[in-house]
């Protein structure tokens, strides 16, 4: 499994700017940003929601690396 940092962002009716990022883990970049979209739309609310299908919403996303290496760096790390 890899690990993703998707970020989102889109316009509110204030005309500012709402960010939000959301770190999960999947086997391929669609796949993560799939998972994180499915979590971000959760936590919205009924105008949120209207306003991100309005303005658009901005999705970039970026790949931090493996669950597995990062599991092996943390275990040598709390073994050093």
Known sequence: MKSFEVQFRYRDRNEETVEST???EA???????AKATREFVKGLDRKQRFDMNKNGLEISARSTGTVEAAKAKSSAEAAG
């Open 22 to 24: 959301v770190n999960v």
């Open 27 to 33: 086997s391929s970049l669609p796949g993560g940003v």
